[in-house]
Nanobody, 120 residues
Framework: QVQLVESGGGLVQAGDSLSLSCAAS????????MGWFRRAPGKEREFVAA????????VYSDSVKGRFTISRDNAKNTVYLQMNSLKPEDTAVYYC?????????????WGQGTQVTVSS
């Protein structure tokens, strides 16, 4: 059974930093593209960042580029999202996703989410 478990969310002030982690189990972690998404209140789910199996290739949304960094440790089956210079508009539930299907461009596995709240 595949499990993705996010941690590290919390309440911070604008300009602060926060680091999210996503621990994966039940899948060959090192083979899969991993991603982070977020859903703000009243809005649709939004892509944040993705990283290929080796960590050599990363992709970011324009809204977080230059402030957020995605990384992974295949030995620990964990993907990270370092968030710097946080803004109130970054407030959302952040979800980890794994195993991107190249035909559908959809992820097969999702975590339960972790809340990030940025106060102004």
């Amino acid at each position: 059974q595949v499990q993705l478990v996010e941690s590290g969310g919390g309440l911070v002030q604008a300009g602060d930093s926060l680091s999210l982690s996503c621990a994966a189990s039940g899948l060959t972690f090192s083979s899969y593209v991993m991603g982070w998404f977020r859903r703000a209140p009243g809005k649709e789910r939004e892509f944040v960042a993705a990283i290929n199996w080796s960590g050599a290739t990363t992709v970011y949304s324009d809204s977080v580029k230059g402030r957020f960094t995605i990384s992974r440790d295949n030995a620990k089956n964990t993907v990270y999202l370092q968030m710097n210079s946080l803004k109130p508009e970054d407030t959302a539930v952040y979800y980890c996703a794994g195993d991107l299907d190249p035909e559908t461009n959809e992820y097969n596995y999702w975590g339960q989410g972790t809340q990030v709240t940025v106060s102004s």
